[in-house]
């Protein structure tokens, strides 16, 4: 069974950073396609973020620059590097993995990590 | 601005069924072409309902069901339960740099 831990998130200035974590259990994340998609408060979905198990990564426009996404097969954890870090980027941050199949669904998420930015 | 378009709100009564658009997929491959839809309740994770356009994952009720005409996908709930009171989101997948969109999600209200 798939688990996803999200971890790092909390409160940070604005034009700080953070590394949020996503810790996975019964999948590897060397071979698997993760995204980070991120929820601001009493908003929708925003898709963030994305690692291909070839390892290419895209971002949204929004964030492309500033964050960079990365993982440690060693530990098969996901990460999040947000750096220059902007009041909208306030969210509740999910990974998630996608199953191969036509759509590429999400399947399995974690309960999410709560970046606030404010000073 | 989502790629993708949805209702802000929908209700319905329990036992009643509806259906929840999501509009700007593409019939060209490069586009927005396959769907899938989550549910989520307040302060919880996003959940898988419908993948492919139709396809069931296991463990959602079979009251869940979705299809696809030209550039518009639909999520329809019969037998509606109070259960069912969440927001619902249309998600797609392209080949392009920004591979993963999002509706804007729709509030399922059940009277």
């Known amino acids: 069974e798939v688990h996803l831990v999200e971890s790092g998130g909390g409160l940070v200035q604005p034009g700080g950073s953070l590394r949020l974590s996503c810790a996975a259990s019964g999948l590897t994340v060397s071979g698997s396609y993760l995204s980070w998609v991120r929820q601001a408060p009493g908003k929708g979905l925003e898709w963030v973020s994305a690692i291909y198990g070839g390892g290419g990564t895209y971002y949204a426009d929004s964030v492309r620059g500033r964050f960079t996404i990365s993982r440690d097969t060693s530990k098969n954890t996901l990460y999040l590097q947000l750096n220059s870090l902007r009041a909208e980027d306030t969210a509740v941050y999910y990974c998630a993995n996608h199953q191969p199949s036509g759509s590429w669904p999400m399947g399995h998420w974690g309960q999410g990590t709560l970046v606030t930015v404010s000073s | 601005q989502s790629a993708l378009t949805q209702p802000a709100s929908v209700s319905g009564s329990p036992g009643q069924s509806i259906t929840i658009s999501c509009t700007g997929l593409s019939s060209d491959v490069s586009g927005y072409k396959y769907v899938s839809w989550y549910q989520q309740h307040p302060g919880k994770a996003p959940k898988l309902v419908i993948s492919?356009?139709?396809f069931r994952p296991s463990g959602v009720s079979d009251r869940f069901s979705g299809s696809k005409s030209d550039n518009t996908a639909s999520l329809t709930i019969s037998g509606l339960q109070a259960e069912d009171e969440a927001d619902y989101y249309c998600n797609s997948y392209t080949s392009s740099n920004t591979p993963v969109v999002f509706g804007g999600g729709t509030k399922l209200t059940v009277l």
């Open positions: 492919d356009v139709t």
